[in-house]
């Protein structure tokens, strides 16, 4: 075990993986001499070099297409988009290009790269700095989306992602990066499965990245309230996500709630509610509750910037009247 | 150029021509669907500028039949891949504007105009980290010239002294856009002057063309960063199919019709390299057979069985969740 920051995690996954492969590279903006604008890749270009911690223009197109054309040429490419509003400069290349090369190929073309996702609202950086896209990205067929929720989860499955022959859009929360916690460096991790964060008997609050924090700051005053335990999952994998740990804690409570920062107009949760309204419809007691972001860009001003997101009190005050309304 | 290349260059002019209209055939009766993009006319381009580049890496657009089978790729899988059977270079997936077979360092078959350019620099940067002999051909119309994607890619593969050959075909017309009235100018190499050396050559000679990528080439790997040629042709046919090409005169289409790039390779063949008559008979007789089996083939082929729908999504199944 060690402690350590989601950064760090990040950072050590990235070092790891480039120690063990010389093919593996990471490109984007201000990763290399600059060590990355969340310092992610701080230090790695003294021991790998500019040739593997690769400077790039302002360019997210030519970012994330330049690593599909590293990756058909043999490397390992670590594209890093420096926060996800940018992205949309780029998905042309992650949904066109990224996501259908292998199967439009059948099979002849394997892309082995992760592209690299800061995003979530931060703190006052207003409406193109502070959005989610997990909704977007997994609505795509043909790459694996991550979101790490803690450091443990960042170093393992990032390096898991690397590994992987298969694209990966890792994304990572820009509050969480100075998030401390512990990692368990030899234990085996399977990225495609959820985390249980907090058992509990008589509702299951699923979330995922910044939220799961926010859930567990909002679980002592509902179980105080309510007299109800509650348990926490963190879906950690988007897409595939981990319908196997779902489908065990809902039958056990009967109860869910699907907690998310993006907008709640075609947001992630969405989904989650929709598969467990198709194939646990009996097993639920009461309709689902979604508490998700307004449907409207993310404001400047912190204390409508607050009201634009879920927070661990309004998390509390939905769960605890949504309980009262449905016989919790 | 010796002989035998020109030949096989002039024989593989007249295989693309035949299976060019061979596709067109089978999509009037239904076989071959969705957006068939024909190449008619620009066979000395795309042929010679395949046979020319053998120490590298092509990425190409959606215009790709003769390309690949001038690359290596068998006449067969392609002309499967357009009818969709399950023995098509890519199983039916991609179709017409998807052939990809990287053990012939062919990469399609990318139908996002100028999308496949980052790729391309990218897998130039990947050769220059490899220290490979190998250097990188994107090939795309005059109508990719004017999107991002391609002043990002010549900004990047300069900047960085990449080995890529950047070949636009420049036939004109972005569909039934005439280049001319969203450019400011014909010639499409001047938006890629400040960047890297250009070149021009006429892309209906296939001797040209061969000698000018042979140089590229030649260039490109010795480090001196990337390079542009402009190769002006025409295409005979409408953009696809479905394009009725109300927007170019027919007097338009004769003048590029007498520049035929075949009658000028076959002179070719004749006049510098003594080729006879009944030799060029026979060259083009054996087009024709390997066109007639290509369709052959790909009538006969089996379709893909729907239980393959999700096959090669993924190299690494999920088996939990």
Not at chain 1, 15 to 41: F, I, Q
Not at chain 2, 158 to 166: D, M, R
Not at chain 2, 286 to 312: G, N, R, Y
């Amino acid at each position: 075990m060690a402690e350590m920051l989601y950064r760090e995690a990040l950072n050590r996954a990235i070092d790891e993986c480039m120690a063990a492969d010389p093919n593996v590279v990471m490109l984007g903006e201000d990763v290399g001499l600059y060590g990355g604008s969340y310092r992610v890749s701080e230090g790695l270009v003294s021991k790998y070099g500019e040739k593997r911690l690769i400077d790039t223009p302002i360019a997210e197109l030519s970012i994330v297409g330049n690593a599909i054309g590293m990756a058909i040429g043999g490397l390992r490419p670590i594209a890093e988009i420096m926060t996800a509003n940018f992205s949309l400069l780029a998905f042309d290349q992650i949904i066109n290009h990224m996501a259908k090369y292998r199967y439009m190929s059948a099979g002849k073309l394997t892309l082995p790269m992760v592209v690299r996702f800061p995003q979530g609202v931060s703190k006052q950086l207003a409406a193109q700095h502070s959005e989610s896209y997990e909704q977007m990205l997994s609505a795509v067929p043909g790459i694996r989306v991550f979101a790490a929720g803690d450091p443990n989860y960042a170093y393992h499955a990032l390096k898991k992602a690397i590994l992987m022959d298969d694209p990966v859009v890792f994304i990572e929360h820009e509050l969480l990066y100075n998030k401390k916690g512990e990692v368990d460096l030899d234990a085996e991790v399977d990225p495609f499965k959820a985390r249980i964060v907090k058992e509990g008997e008589d509702l299951t609050i699923v979330s995922y990245l910044k939220m799961v924090d926010d859930v567990m700051a909002a679980v002592p005053e509902i179980e105080k309230q309510t007299g109800k335990s509650c348990e926490v999952i963190d879906l950690q994998s988007l897409n595939p996500f981990d319908t196997g740990t779902l489908k065990a804690s809902i039958e056990k409570t009967g109860r869910l709630v699907v907690v998310e920062e993006d907008h709640k107009m075609g947001g992630y949760g969405a989904q989650v509610v929709s598969w467990a309204a198709e194939s646990l419809f009996y097993a639920l007691d009461a309709a689902p509750l979604r508490i998700a972001g307004e449907n409207v860009p993310i404001p400047y001003n912190r204390k409508l910037e607050l009201a634009s997101i879920p927070t661990p009190d309004k998390i509390a005050a939905k769960i605890i009247e949504w309980g009262a309304n449905n016989g919790l | 150029m010796d002989k035998l290349t020109a030949e096989e260059i002039y024989y593989t002019m007249a295989l693309g021509r035949k299976f060019e209209y061979a596709a067109k055939e089978h999509y009037m009766t239904g076989e071959i669907s969705g957006f068939l993009h024909l190449d008619i006319g620009q066979e000395a381009l795309s042929v010679a500028a395949m046979k020319a580049f053998d120490h590298g890496d092509v990425f190409t657009t959606y215009r790709e039949h003769i390309m690949a089978i001038a690359r290596g790729i068998e006449p067969k899988a392609v002309m499967a891949e357009l009818f969709g059977k399950k023995t098509g270079v890519s199983e039916g997936r991609g179709g017409s504007m998807h052939l990809f077979d990287p053990s012939h360092f062919f990469y399609g078959g990318d139908a996002i105009v100028g999308g496949h350019l980052p790729n391309a620099v990218g897998c130039a940067y990947a050769r220059k980290f490899q220290e490979s002999e190998h250097g990188v051909m994107a090939v795309f119309g005059d109508g990719a010239t004017n999107g991002g994607a391609f002043f990002e890619s010549l900004n990047i593969a300069s900047a960085w002294k990449l080995p890529i050959l950047f070949l636009c075909e420049n036939n004109r017309y972005a569909i039934g856009t005439e280049i001319t009235r969203v450019a400011p100018f014909l010639e499409q190499a001047k938006k890629a002057e400040p960047y890297m050396p250009t070149m021009e050559v006429d892309g209906n000679d296939a001797v040209a063309v061969y000698e000018a990528i042979k140089e590229a080439q030649a260039y490109i790997q010795k480090g001196h960063g990337p390079l542009f040629i402009e190769a002006f042709t025409y295409r005979w046919e409408g953009h696809s199919m479905s394009d009725p090409g109300s927007y170019r005169s027919p007097e338009e289409i004769e003048i590029w019709k007498r520049r035929d790039p075949i009658e000028r390779m076959k002179t070719v063949l004749k006049e510098r390299y003594g080729v006879s008559d009944a030799q060029i008979e026979a060259l083009d007789q054996k087009a024709q057979t390997a066109v007639d089996e290509a369709v052959a083939f790909a009538s006969e082929s089996p379709e893909p069985e729907v239980s393959e729908l999700f096959e090669h999504l993924f190299v690494e199944e999920v088996t939990h969740g």
